[in-house]
């Protein structure tokens, strides 16, 4: 699935400036894609725009070129999985029950899970390597366990393009690298991936294309290598930061500098 | 417990309760004489006892304590709270402001129909009031103004009362009271049949809403990213729930802690997909429910029927909030 953002402006009433001031971006089949920027730059706000929740006052979000407010809610959620930023469960709930509800955009209302949905549904719990939760409470996991739950059951609905905010964020190395394993695997095998991420030098690593915002403005689009300058980040994020190249992939790496000793007077 | 067995053992309960329930009061009667009278034939004393007394006061507990227990689990299923309850919309005070003053303007003792049609209509008020203020604020309807202004609206009416009670002789202040304890004593097939007629329908429509409503158990944003029409749905849902108690407390008064206990239960046991759970506590509240309307009226005086749902239930829900506690 492609995912386009064509000059896209957000105003969120009341608010002093726009939240998205002309973005645009695409991702296709195939590609990881990050979207990355300071806290406030619109991160989560292009991705609730892409899926058309949020309001736009100009430019155009499309979805496999129709735009996403035109696609029929079941429809949608049948072609985009989404990971949205949190989630509180209100409810004691088993792990395979909530990856099951991955499967609701593709049941009727009175219709029960069919040898495909159970199909679908253990390869996604499989694909996460959470198949030996199935059983336990998603209230008692891990906050690891948690966000590898929440991405089995976006696969749960066998989409077209995964859509996630921060999956990673507050995660330790181990569970950062599983999960980004995982989605960069996701991509290889043909699904789009949109990931709002805060981790630059692993999103360097892993996504095919990145975007950067600063203040609902793209400061830079590309290849990690285009955005990835120490200009760029260092302007954008408001710190100086040196720019080497990671040991085991080449890929670009921040280093955000000390400020130099004071001098004595 | 599976879910099987506890709908096997629930059904059997019930059918035992209403038996019971026909069985017993001022006059014991036996299964046979019970039999012989729904076959069609039996004493005429007891055929009155039966078939004009007993058993609509018995099926409008099975209908009350259903819808309540129903009711309840759909709020907590919407409002996403576990202690949401059927009256939490400002229902029970609306139902009351209309009852009171009913009550407090003498017109109980010349027509059947004023009370419930006065309950039912101050019922209606305050679901409207709470939904105008809860929708006014924007497009989509949030459940915390919801329930705010379900409190604001219910203290608002608890207000009102105090008042025309406090300009109302003893008389009527005692004729309220005991009617906001709930009873199914007023019980008659014109009861029974109205209530059923809204009752068992809506129960229907909440059971076909099962599914987007366990969506809602992870969040509205989630529920709506995976497909489900969430603001149709809470609408829908809140609306017919709240209805049923409104059909609930114009017949039968304020009967507390069916709506809360009974689905919390029902959770516990068997977990909480809606599609067991709704009709399950439906079944456990018309079992509930017929149980205690026998012990209230098995003493020398009656007693109100909240008041024994509440000896009943605020223990079990003690001992659960207490299990529930000690095992996270």
Redesign the interface.
């Known amino acids: 699935m492609r995912i386009e953002a064509r000059d896209l402006v957000v105003n969120y009433p009341g608010a002093p400036r726009p939240a998205l001031d002309g973005v645009s971006m695409s991702a296709s089949a195939g590609c990881l894609y990050a979207v990355l920027g300071p806290n406030g730059s619109g991160k989560s706000t292009l991705m609730r725009a892409l899926?058309g929740?949020a309001p736009l006052s100009a430019g155009a979000a499309l979805l496999d070129g129709r735009t996403s407010a035109a696609w029929d809610?079941?429809a949608?959620?049948?072609a985009?999985g989404?990971v949205?930023q949190s989630?509180?469960?209100?409810?004691?709930?088993?792990v395979r029950?909530?990856v099951g509800?991955?499967r609701?955009?593709h049941?009727g209302?009175?219709e029960s899970e069919g040898d495909a949905d159970r199909a679908a549904v253990s390869s996604a719990l499989e694909a996460c390597d959470v198949s030996a939760l199935a059983h336990r409470d998603v209230?008692?996991l891990s906050g690891g366990e948690f966000q590898r739950v929440r991405i089995a059951r976006a696969l749960a609905?066998e989409p077209q393009a995964l859509v996630l905010d921060e999956p990673t964020s507050s995660l330790d190395i181990r569970h950062q690298m599983g999960i980004l394993e995982l989605l960069r695997r996701s991509a290889d095998s043909g699904l789009t991936v949109v990931l709002v991420t805060h981790g630059l030098d692993l999103a360097a690593r892993y996504a095919d294309r990145m975007l950067l915002l600063a203040g609902g403005h793209v400061a830079a689009e590309g290849t990690p290598d285009e955005v990835m300058t120490e200009d760029t980040i260092s302007s954008v994020y408001g710190w100086p930061v040196a720019i080497t190249s990671d040991p085991e992939s080449g890929a670009p790496r921040v280093t955000p500098r000390r400020p130099p000793p004071r001098a004595e007077p | 417990m599976n879910r099987t067995m506890l709908g096997t053992v629930l059904i059997a309960a019930l059918s035992t309760s209403i038996m019971l329930g026909v069985r017993f009061g001022s006059v014991p009667i036996s299964t046979a004489d019970v039999l012989a009278i729904l076959a069609g034939g039996g004493d005429s004393v007891l055929r009155d006892i039966v078939l004009n007394l007993r058993l609509p006061r018995v099926l409008l507990g099975v209908i009350v304590g259903g819808g309540l227990a129903l009711s309840g689990a759909t709020f907590q299923a919407l409002l996403r709270n576990p202690l949401a309850e059927p009256y939490i919309l400002g229902i029970s005070g609306g139902a009351s402001l209309g009852a009171v003053s009913v009550i407090a303007l003498g017109w109980v003792s010349q027509t059947s129909w004023a009370l419930p049609l006065a309950a039912f209509a101050g019922a209606l008020l305050a679901i409207g009031l709470v939904f105008r203020v809860a929708t006014s604020t924007g497009r989509a309807m949030d459940v915390r103004v919801l329930l705010l202004s379900g409190v604001v609206i219910a203290s608002f009416f608890a207000a009102c009362i105090a008042f025309i009670l406090s300009i109302s002789p003893a008389r009527t202040v005692q004729t309220a009271v005991l009617w906001s304890m709930g009873s199914l004593a007023g019980a008659g097939w014109g009861s029974v049949i109205l209530a059923a007629a809204y009752t068992l329908p809506a129960a229907v429509a909440l059971a076909a809403l099962a599914r987007p409503l366990n969506l809602m158990a992870i969040g509205e944003e989630t529920a709506y990213y995976l497909g489900a029409n969430v603001e149709g749905v809470k609408r829908t849902g809140l609306v017919i729930a709240a209805l049923i108690t409104a059909a609930g407390v114009s017949v039968a008064g304020i009967i507390g802690f069916v709506g809360l206990v009974v689905p919390h239960t029902i959770r516990l046991l068997i977990g909480s997909d809606n599609r067991v759970l709704l009709p399950l506590s439906f079944l456990g509240g018309a079992t509930f429910l017929t149980l205690a309307d026998l012990v209230a009226r098995l003493g020398p005086t009656e007693i109100p029927i909240g008041v024994i749902t509440a000896f009943v239930g605020v223990p079990i829900f003690l001992v659960l909030l207490r299990r529930s506690l000690t095992s996270t």
């Not at chain 1, 989630?87 to 088993?94: G, N, R, V």
Request: charged share 10%; no cysteine; net charge positive.
């Open positions: 899926l929740v809610r079941r949608l959620a049948q985009v989404v949205a989630e509180s469960i209100a409810f004691p709930l088993s029950q909530m509800m991955g609701y955009p049941l209302p009175l209230t008692m609905q």
